[in-house]
């Protein structure tokens, strides 16, 4: 991943971050993080991304958080992992597994 693309990922993940603990002040006070984003941007790191192997064939979108953890359980040396990701055509940055 270039470091523009980390920066900008960075960006996205802190706005969302900001919208969530704005979005949910005082609900989640006794949570140690209010939102998925605000978790990744204090323990995460990040990745770049490898080719999928062509061994490997793509869910239908929307599908990832339940098709990533079936293929780890499924494939010797495969792990499971949860983030944001940015994607060539959408424009913001989202969950994916």
């Known amino acids: ?3 523009a693309a980390e920066q900008r990922l960075l960006q996205q993940a802190g706005a969302i971050a900001g919208m969530w603990r704005f979005t949910h002040a005082g609900q989640r006070d006794t949570w140690s993080y209010a939102s998925r984003a605000e978790l990744l941007l204090a323990q995460g790191r990040l990745f770049t991304p490898a080719p999928r192997p ?19 359980d499924e494939q010797a040396g495969l792990l499971y992992v949860e983030g944001m990701v940015l994607a060539g055509g959408v424009p913001f940055a989202f969950d994916h597994a």
Do not use: D, V
């Not at 062509?54 to 780890?72: K, Q, S, W």
């Open 54 to 72: 062509a061994r490997f064939t793509a869910g239908p979108p929307g599908t990832c958080f339940a098709t990533a953890p079936r293929m780890a």
């Open 1 to 3: 991943m270039s470091r």
